[in-house]
């Protein structure tokens, strides 16, 4: 309740003194009362309600219901894909439709895109399981044998058991191949994408459009434009750097547009920052924009690197088929190992095809393997320094001490002479003399 208060006033030095006792009395505070104000039904954020899971098991045991019905007595279909597909989009059917009777539209849309969300996740990993497993199945029995890593296929025949013969030549040409392909797009591929980030202009319009287009460039392609540039053209022959030139064209553009998107996400301030501190442009870009998108385009190597490891139709015109380890890059036909599953899968006999399944494993491998070192020498985030850079941070921080001590110690000799050992010019005591004033002798006081 309020109580206004109407003092009378006598004298105007009442003035603030009964002001501020009408405001105290006038406006009061208070903690308001949170019984009294209805609330509705608070959700459980960290686990699902018991209603949740009612709607989650009825939706299912109904859609599995209209897809029996559907598939085998009511319509003509068939295919376990149909019958899935069919299952899965009656479930989100009957749980919107079962969520809506306790909960309002936004509840409902949130709840059907979650469930779509998740199940995209599921299959996506699902299908990557699948993959790796059933190709660890079908070549287990390739892989159990030493001399697939360590043999070429020179002494053996397509009637040769898995004991006789390997991918060991296969292996080698895909590390020089993309070897040489990854000394090409790197430097390249991050080079254009700082042209496009820090210079820009309608040059730069203009390569980032053939860019894109070159993103969409089927393989096929590649390989037809190496084949007829160096082999038709210049009259080379097939070769493993001819292979690599072929991926560089596949890997150029996916390492590019990467690396843009990358370097677009630095932080504005940080460059300003830097130029604040009277740093040039090219400075900048190597001590702040780099190092701040390190993680970023280890990510758009490792991208291109898959691109270009798996690919067949390029290195199969450019490099041709070989069984025989071949370490020269500029002479001969060099294998990979895309290549060689590929001639492995089409041979009719089980022992040609367990060993084309087992190289595809080994692939699976190599790239995991070349992933784990690139995340290791790359992956750490900006001012993230392992232990070894951090001492030789330290090292460097101590160094460049010890230069400006001495480059201060040399300022001042040049400028005062001797005083940066501890002593003073000599002209300095004569200029000090000559600018005192004559004394003069003082009168003696009279005894």
């Known amino acids: 309740m309020t109580i206004t208060v109407e003092p009378t006033v006598t004298s105007p030095a009442e003035i603030d003194d009964v002001a501020g006792d009408v405001v105290e009395t006038s406006v009061r505070t208070s903690i308001p009362d949170r019984d009294g104000i209805p609330t509705g039904p608070r959700r459980t954020v960290r686990s699902a309600r018991l209603d949740d899971r009612y709607a989650l098991l009825g939706s299912a045991a109904a859609a599995l219901a209209l897809a029996g019905l559907l598939f085998g007595w009511i319509a003509p279909l068939t295919g376990v894909i149909g019958f899935v597909v069919v299952a899965f989009l009656s479930f989100l ?21 979650t469930v779509v969300l998740l199940s995209a996740g599921v299959i996506l990993f699902g299908a990557l399981l699948f993959v790796v497993v059933f190709t660890m199945i079908r070549g287990w029995d390739a892989l159990t044998h030493v001399n697939l890593f ?15 013969g390997g991918v060991a030549h296969a292996i080698v040409g895909t590390l020089i191949q993309i070897g040489i392909a990854l000394v090409i797009s790197i430097p390249l591929g ?8 820090e210079v820009g202009g309608k040059f730069a319009r203009f390569v980032r459009t053939i860019v894109d287009a070159m993103t969409a460039l089927p393989s096929i392609v590649a390989g037809l434009f190496i084949y007829s540039a160096l082999i038709i053209g210049l009259g080379l022959e097939r070769s493993g750097f001819a292979a690599a030139l072929a991926i560089t064209v596949m890997m150029l553009p996916i390492i590019i547009r990467a690396s843009d998107v990358v370097l677009r996400l630095v932080a504005g301030n940080l460059r300003e920052a830097s130029y604040a501190l009277g740093a040039s442009k090219w400075r900048t870009i190597w001590h ?3 190092p701040t998108a390190r993680s970023g385009l280890v990510t758009a190597v490792i991208l291109g690197t898959a691109r270009g490891i798996g690919e067949t139709s390029p290195v199969l015109l450019t490099s041709g088929i070989t069984n025989v380890m071949n370490t020269n890059p500029f002479d001969g036909p060099m294998i990979s190992l895309p290549l060689q599953v590929f001639d492995f899968v089409r041979s009719p006999e089980p022992n040609v095809i367990a060993r084309g399944f087992g190289t595809a494993a080994v692939l699976m491998l190599l790239v995991l393997t070349l992933f784990a070192i690139a995340r290791v020498l790359g992956g750490r985030g900006p001012g993230d320094l392992s232990p070894r850079q951090r001492r030789a941070a330290l090292a460097r921080s101590q160094r460049d001490l010890v230069r400006s001590e001495q480059r201060a110690a040399a300022r001042r000799i040049e400028t005062t002479g001797y005083g940066g050992l501890g002593f003073e010019r000599a002209d300095t005591y004569t200029d000090a003399a000559a600018a005192a004033p004559a004394s003069t002798p003082s009168q003696e006081e009279p005894q």
Do not use: K
């Open 190 to 197: 991050i080079v254009t994408a700082l042209f496009l980030n």
């Open 288 to 290: 702040v924009v780099l």
């Open 93 to 113: 059917a009957f749980y919107a439709l079962l969520v809506s009777i306790t909960s309002d539209g936004r509840e409902v849309t949130d709840r059907v895109m």
């Open 150 to 164: 360590f043999q070429d296929m020179r002494f053996a025949g397509p009637l040769d058991g898995l004991d006789v």
